[in-house]
């Protein structure tokens, strides 16, 4: 089993939709989790943390269960701009990231 | 505005010719990394260091070297380029004062191999 799995997509959705990604990590250890966004042949930057108690961004909503080591993100009101590779990303007590492969989204007009 | 600056952008070199990344940060963060990452592949950890702390990773091909002469700065040295090289490299910094494990990355340099 991977470390971090996420579905890969694509996910095709029209402007406006709500679209949503889960994430499963294997190390129930994990002590932080993030959401990074990735533009094709850019860096990947950090998009959310995401915590115990659920945290939301404007139109974005991470929720974690630890119970079920699955992370999600929740995207509202899709704009084209949010056509990217969104990364789950696990770090454990040494700090290092572990990252998933990516899903990636594409937000027609 | 505090940040990750990689040079080159963009660089080219011939199959075994070293080639040398550079990664500076204004950011005074302790810890410094290195990834490599491929088309449709995560970043992949290379090298990081805890201040002067060097950590390799012990699947990190001895043909990839780091330097860290001091705070600001940091090297990617690929003694002899090989094809599978090919790849962007990319430069994060964390700081072991801030939210946990947060990295924010520099643009990258994407590696050509001829």
């Known amino acids: 089993r991977k470390e971090v799995e996420q579905d890969p997509g694509p996910f095709n959705v029209p402007e406006g939709a709500t679209v949503a990604f889960n994430c499963t990590y294997s190390?129930?250890?994990?002590?932080?989790f993030f959401w990074y966004r990735q533009d094709c042949r850019k860096e990947p930057k950090l998009l959310m943390s995401?915590?115990?108690?659920?945290n939301e961004d404007g139109r974005f909503t991470a929720q974690l269960n630890r119970a079920s080591q699955y992370i999600s993100l929740l995207i509202r009101d899709s704009k084209l701009s949010d056509s990217a590779t969104y990364l789950c990303?696990?770090?454990?007590?040494?700090?290092?990231?572990?990252w998933g492969l990516g899903t990636s989204l594409a937000v027609n007009p | 505005d505090a940040m990750v600056i990689q040079n080159p952008r963009y660089q080219v070199t011939q199959f075994g010719k070293p080639v040398t990344l550079s990664c500076s940060q204004t950011?005074?963060?302790?810890?410094m990394y290195w990834y490599q990452q491929k088309s449709s592949q995560a970043p992949k950890l290379l090298f990081h260091?805890?201040?002067?702390?060097?950590?390799n990773e012990a699947d990190t091909p001895d043909n990839f070297q780091s330097r860290r002469p001091n705070t600001s700065f940091c090297f990617l040295d690929i003694r002899s380029p090989g094809l599978g090289d090919a790849a962007m490299y990319l430069c994060?910094?964390?700081?072991?004062?801030?939210?946990?494990?947060?990295?924010?990355f520099g643009p990258g340099t994407r590696l050509t191999v001829l």
């Open positions: 994060a910094t964390s700081s072991l004062a801030g939210t946990a494990d947060t990295q924010y």
């Open positions: 950011l005074n963060h302790n810890v």
């Open positions: 260091y805890y201040d002067k702390d060097f950590n």
């Open positions: 190390n129930s250890a994990s002590q932080s």
């Open positions: 995401v915590y115990s108690s659920g």
């Open positions: 990303v696990v770090a454990g007590n040494n700090r290092k990231l572990i």
